[in-house]
C-alpha cells in the first residue's frame, strides 16, 4: 500500500470506517486455497491492515469482525453466477461488482450480464481513485 493512500487514511478516517478485523496470513491462504487464486499483496496488505471498510463510505470487502471472510464468501455466491474464476470480488456497487483479476492484478467490473471492463491497473490505483473522488464528495 503507497504511502499517499496511507496519508489519506490517516487524514480523513472516521470512526467506524474500518472494522480492523484481526486478519491472519493463514485466513489468506485459506481464502486463496478455497477460491483457487493468489491474491495481489496490495489487497492483502489492505486487509491484513484495515480488515474490512474504507474512508467516505467505501466499501472494500475483507474479513469480518466474526472471521468471516466476506470477499471470498461474496464470490463464491457470484461465481454462481457466471463469475469468472480469476476474478475476486472487491466491493458491490450494486449495478455491477468490482473484482480483481488474480491472472493480472488489475480490477475489472463485472455484472451478471458478463460486461466485463478493465478499469485500473493495480489494487492502489483503483483505492486511490475512490478515496479521492470520497474525499470530494465529504
Not at 472494522?19 to 486463496?32: G, H, R
Request: hydrophobic letters at 35%; a negative charge.
Amino acid at each position: 500500500m503507497n504511502n499517499e493512500i496511507k496519508d489519506l487514511i490517516s487524514k480523513y478516517e472516521v470512526k467506524g470506517d474500518f472494522n480492523y478485523a484481526n486478519v491472519t496470513d493463514e485466513m489468506l491462504c485459506s481464502a486463496e486455497k478455497e477460491l483457487g487464486v493468489n491474491l495481489p499483496d496490495q489487497f492483502k496488505e489492505y486487509v491484513k491492515t484495515f480488515g474490512y471498510g474504507g474512508i467516505g463510505g467505501i466499501g472494500i470487502l475483507g474479513v469480518g469482525l466474526d472471521g468471516s471472510i466476506v470477499f471470498k464468501d461474496t464470490t463464491q455466491d457470484y461465481r454462481k453466477e457466471g463469475l469468472p474464476d480469476n476474478l475476486v470480488v472487491i466491493e458491490n456497487v450494486d449495478e455491477w461488482l468490482e473484482c480483481i483479476d488474480c491472472h493480472t492484478g488489475k480490477i475489472i467490473s463485472w455484472d451478471t450480464s458478463g460486461y466485463l471492463k478493465e478499469d485500473f491497473d493495480c489494487f492502489d490505483d483503483y483505492l486511490l481513485s475512490q478515496m479521492n473522488d470520497a474525499i470530494e464528495n465529504l
